[in-house]
């Protein structure tokens, strides 16, 4: 599926287009026939209540849930995500709330858990931990994100939650993700730290890469996102740019279920 651009011209496809997914839990619809997609460069926000189908779409993204019927591509080729392992193979990177971190390791193991960096031993017979290398590529990685960790060798259960969160977000950036997608990233974080999360969203939307926000925080989404995308029961209320709706209308329809028109902005004389 590809983009028309006003002029006519074709751009390209979306990192990630979802088309017509349903999914039914016995006769309860978690999702109908929904349409999500994502453009590289762009936040989209993934707003509604408790059951209205988030979790199952994304569920369906990260393999952890196969959808009954519908069809999900990758930069314009139709996919099967079947596992959670196929999901990150196509480049699809999820930062839950738990952040899947080991507290009692530090920021390169973190970072680089799973997939160490090795150095040969004795003639290659064994093959070591480069540590050195994955700190370079540590420090690296934090400078091009604009991280701010002054002591990397810490274990990663000395720092503050908005730290946690940006280390949780670089390591799945380190995974040449398509797309990253970011569950309730700023909950529970002070202000201080918040900021420091939303800096990084936006620094990584300036760097290309495609976001999908979770997010209850309607300050956040109207900060951070390019489009907003409310479900209310398995349905798809609606899929706008953010700056055709204000707080209050986010609010409403995620509450309501029901589409409200855009804003009408008075054109300045």
């Not at 990253?180 to 939303?198: F, Y």
């Not at 479900?231 to 209050?248: A, F, I, N």
């Amino acid at each position: 599926m590809a983009l028309h651009t006003p002029g006519g011209a074709r751009s390209a496809p979306p990192i990630v287009a979802m088309r017509g997914i349903s999914k039914h839990y016995g006769g309860v619809a978690a999702l109908d026939k929904v349409d999500f997609h994502v453009g590289r460069g762009e936040v989209v926000a993934l707003l509604g209540d408790n059951g209205a189908g988030k979790s199952t779409l994304i569920k369906i993204l990260a393999g952890a849930v196969r959808a009954d019927q519908g069809t999900v591509a990758i930069d314009g080729r139709e996919v099967e995500i079947g596992s959670p392992a196929q999901s990150k193979a196509l480049g699809i990177e999820t930062v839950y709330q738990d952040l899947a971190l080991c507290d009692n390791v530090d920021v390169p193991t973190n970072i680089f858990l799973g997939r160490e960096l090795r150095r040969p031993l004795l003639g290659g017979v064994l093959r070591l931990f480069d540590r050195r290398r994955m700190a370079q590529e540590t420090r690296r990685l934090l400078g091009d994100l604009r991280i701010n960790i002054a002591d990397i060798h810490a274990p990663v259960r000395d720092f503050s939650g908005g730290q946690r969160q940006t280390i949780a977000i670089a390591k799945a950036v380190y995974s040449d993700a398509n797309l990253i997608i970011m569950d309730e990233p700023t909950a529970a974080l002070g202000v201080a730290q918040q900021e420091q999360v939303l800096s990084l969203i936006e620094n990584l939307r300036a760097r290309g890469e495609a976001i999908v926000l979770i997010s209850h925080n309607m300050d956040d989404v109207m900060r951070v996102a390019d489009r907003v995308v409310i479900l209310k029961t398995g349905r798809l209320v609606t899929d706008r740019p953010v700056s055709d709706v204000d707080r209050q209308q986010l609010v409403r329809m995620i509450v309501s279920g029901v589409e409200e028109p855009p804003l009408r902005r008075e054109v300045l004389q």
